[in-house]
């Protein structure tokens, strides 16, 4: 029964931390180290990463359905051989769908390259403080930012290159991805809610992709029934849990207020810093 309890703990704190700036890799390793949670297996990253696309999902139901519509139209265009306009600047969604994908390729580019490496050398508890360190101050960086008006239809291909190189950079545990793409937006010109916005849209491609990469190995995974059980309410808990962090963190962001995040984040580090310290000696 513990064991189910821990599993669904862990669902709890990636709902949370996977859409909140704080991290969700460098709070899966402060609890798993900190607790003592079990190592988990496939299935189980699977099924987080599901619960966690269903949540964005359904939080931006609206936006999806536009993008989606607007593929098939951006698809239909590129067959027309110059008959219709590709980069079509009246078309905001046109010019969203574009930005996301050419954001998506460094992420995409630093994850199969590096992010294995990264997660082994980057490992300790020390470093993953460091790095909530540097959530810590990107987050109260981007509460000074006073500017930037930016909608969706002005997005560049710089704005998107600068958002796709923060994104990379979180491959290190502790440096929160929404954090690090709310901070590249933002540097960009992009109003708050754009920012946040256009963060969970740029994490459509890396959940789905991670799901695609592992869904044919996780059958072969066999799982007892104590197992099942703890997966599914973590998959439950983190979709609903997610859910509840995505809205949170958009009122949040109408309010233009993220520092309680930096504070957080401050705090979540230095304690990491000192427990891994201590663990050393």
Not at 146 to 170: H, Y
Not at 190 to 205: A, E, I
Not at 253 to 262: R, S, T, V
Request: contains cysteine; proline residues 2%.
């Amino acid at each position: 029964m513990w064991e189910i309890i821990k599993t669904i703990i862990i669902g709890i704190v990636q709902g949370v931390t996977e859409f909140l700036p704080v991290s969700s890799s460098g709070h899966i390793r402060i609890f798993k180290e900190i607790f003592g949670l079990s190592e988990t297996g496939l299935v189980f990253d699977v099924l987080l990463h599901f619960g966690t696309l269903i949540a964005v999902c359904i939080f931006y139901y609206k936006d999806i359905i536009a993008l989606i519509l607007e593929f098939f139209a951006l698809i239909r265009d590129i067959f027309s051989f110059g008959k219709r306009k590709i980069f079509n600047k009246e078309r905001p969604y046109r010019i969203l769908l574009i930005m996301i994908i050419i954001t998506t390729i460094p992420t995409a580019i630093a994850g199969l390259l590096l992010e294995d490496l990264f997660d082994t050398i980057f490992s300790s508890l020390i470093v993953v403080g460091f790095a909530l360190l540097l959530t810590s101050a990107l987050m109260y960086i981007t509460s000074k930012i006073k500017v930037g008006s930016k909608k969706a239809g002005d997005i560049t291909v710089k704005d998107a290159l600068v958002v796709g190189l923060c994104q990379s950079c979180a491959i290190v545990p502790g440096l929160s991805r929404s954090g690090s793409t709310i901070f590249g937006g933002r540097i960009s010109g992009f109003d708050l809610q754009l920012s946040v916005k256009y963060s969970f849209l740029c994490s459509l491609p890396a959940i789905l992709g991670a799901i695609i990469l592992n869904v044919g190995d996780m059958f072969e995974q066999s799982l007892t029934s104590n197992q099942l059980i703890g997966y599914i309410g973590a998959f439950i808990a983190a979709t609903v849990v997610g859910y509840l962090s995505l809205n949170m963190l958009n009122m949040m962001a109408k309010k233009k207020n993220l520092k309680p995040f930096a504070y957080y984040c401050a705090f979540a580090g230095l304690l990491c810093i000192v427990y891994g310290i201590i663990a050393l000696l």
